[in-house]
């Protein structure tokens, strides 16, 4: 990171009084986030029935818990660098019966020290706020380093090539959506200014790039809403 690139705070913006709103908010942002976490089942049935899941930027625990029901006998390990958002995870799983099979760290990924590697990765909108390219890699690199050979990784992001016309229309289709929640004018202007200030699109090719570069297949996209996307991939070596 150079020294005029200034890195998103996530741990100061997801604070207590965001946290508390986030469910709420992100299904405004992001139209069929719901189905995206639906979307993820039939790519996992495949992993062993007791596998090891780590979610990274487990926000509010929807993800855990939407799969804890549906694998009774698999184990989480939900990341996140916001304290209230894993104070808020922490409490849903408890809520959902779920508290012994899921444990939580307040952190980055590339501070985290598992003792075995996992069947499974989650990276849900986290990527997208990791500034430069070399930041994006060791990002991806501690994902397969945390993951077993022939592991799952799937990721959700906001993308695309800054600039071009498409991108273009769908940023200003994704915004008319938002708004239609009845989003206030200074809210909606403050909003699209943390897009365009704090997160650090790229084209679909370069994430595909990186990802290759940390060990990982040609990922499969099975998901867009607008910016939002969403691939599996496998860890090759």
Avoid at 31 to 52: K, T
Avoid at 130 to 140: D, P, Q, T, V
Wanted: aromatic share 12%; net charge negative; hydrophobic share 45%.
């Amino acid at each position: 990171m150079t020294k005029a690139t200034k890195e998103f705070d996530v741990a100061r913006h997801f604070d207590e009084s965001l946290a508390a709103k986030y469910d709420r908010r992100i299904r405004q942002f992001c139209p069929n986030y719901d189905a995206l976490h639906r979307m993820l089942i039939p790519w996992l049935q495949g992993l062993p029935a007791a596998a090891d899941f780590l979610s990274v930027g487990a926000g509010t625990g929807a993800e855990v818990v939407t799969l804890g029901k549906i694998f009774p006998r698999w184990r989480f390990v939900a990341v996140d660098v916001s304290p209230d958002m894993i104070k808020a995870c922490q409490a849903r799983a408890t809520d959902a019966g779920l508290a012994d099979r899921v444990a939580c760290f307040t952190g980055r990924l590339q501070d985290y020290a598992s003792s075995a590697s996992f069947d499974a990765v989650s990276s849900v909108f986290v990527s997208h706020f990791i500034k430069g390219r070399a930041e994006k890699l060791s990002y991806f690199k501690s994902i397969s380093e945390n993951l077993k050979v022939g592991g799952l990784l799937v990721v959700a992001d906001l993308f695309g090539e800054k600039g071009s016309a498409e991108f273009t229309a769908l940023l200003d289709a994704w915004l008319r959506s938002y708004a239609m929640h009845g989003v206030s004018d200074e809210d909606l202007i403050q909003d699209r200014l943390h897009v365009e200030k704090d997160v650090d699109f790229i084209p679909e090719d370069d994430l595909f790039t990186l990802l290759h570069e940390a060990g990982f297949s040609t990922p499969i996209r099975f998901y867009q809403t607008y910016l939002f996307g969403g691939w599996v991939a496998t860890r090759v070596h």
